[in-house]
């Protein structure tokens, strides 16, 4: 056999077993991944290299080497996930860099961090006034995680004693002209609904690039044109805009009625209407 067929079948023959390899590591992002992640990744890809190259003496060393290197952090991480000791020893330490508003100066020696490099981490983490931060930790991966001060965090309708409805995964239904029955069984919808709401929106189907049904039921769309603008349907906010209407109907009724039984109803009547509406109010206004 030619050499250059023995090249051939050595660097396929190793290309799937380096996917079979990274299948069962750890999933991480480079981002993410430790020093010790790193170290591991490099060393397989260079032994798989040079096996693929035939450099190596003894091929079957190099793929013991490379069995020992592929299979120690799966054993390694299967022992942190039973030892925090072993994840400490493996992965190191977090260490908190601010506490309580205060930055801990030794603490950024300790992990050789600059200044300079310590502002560029909390900028890149929105963290752009420091007396905003309560809290920060850089974490085993190098990740700096930011904790701002109680008063300084964005307002959640938690905070506001709003209710909100829970959301879940939009499903796409349109994707290159083509409806996606899975998509419009995952949301619980059919084709007569989505030709409906193609039809109240002007729009061919032929003409639609991608098509998304959230959690409200509210279908969204992208044109192959983006010079073509769609209409927004606004039926929600013309409910909701109805019921308010009707609530202020009832509550003039009952002001401009003498008789007391009439007087009551209304006031009954745009009683239970406004709890609907606080109900709705959820769903109707996101």
Not at 243 to 251: E, N, W, Y
């Amino acid at each position: 056999m030619s050499t250059w067929l023995i090249f051939l079948f050595n660097s396929i023959i190793l290309f799937f077993l380096a996917l079979i390899i990274s299948r069962y590591m750890k999933k991480k992002t480079l981002s993410r991944a430790t020093p010790f992640d790193f170290i591991s990744y490099a060393v397989i890809a260079i032994i798989i290299t040079l096996i693929s190259l035939n450099t190596v003496n003894n091929v079957y060393f190099a793929l013991t080497t490379l069995v020992v290197w592929a299979l120690m952090p799966m054993l390694l991480d299967f022992a942190s996930m039973k030892s925090k000791w072993v994840y400490n020893l493996i992965h190191g330490k977090e260490r908190v860099l601010v506490k309580s508003g205060k930055i801990l100066e030794d603490n950024l020696s300790k992990e050789r961090i600059t200044g300079q490099e310590f502002l560029q981490e909390m900028r890149s983490k929105k963290a752009f006034n420091l007396a905003d931060v309560e809290f920060a930790l850089m974490e085993t991966s190098g990740d700096i995680s930011v904790s701002f001060k109680a008063d300084k965090k964005p307002v959640t309708p938690h905070d506001l004693g709003k209710n909100v409805s829970s959301t879940a995964e939009p499903q796409t239904v349109i994707l290159d002209g083509n409806i996606l029955n899975e998509g419009l069984v995952n949301a619980g919808l059919n084709h007569g609904w989505l030709n409906t709401q193609l039809e109240n929106k002007g729009i061919a189907l032929e003409n639609v690039f991608l098509g998304q049904v959230d959690s409200s039921g509210d279908l969204y769309v992208d044109l192959f044109d983006d010079m073509i603008q769609i209409p927004k349907t606004q039926v929600k906010e013309m409910l909701y805009a109805s019921l308010q209407k009707a609530h202020a109907d009832l509550i003039t009724f009952s002001l401009d009625t003498d008789d007391k039984p009439a007087k009551t109803m209304y006031l009954q009547n745009a009683q239970k209407l406004e709890n609907v509406i606080k109900n709705l109010e959820p769903y109707l206004l996101r």
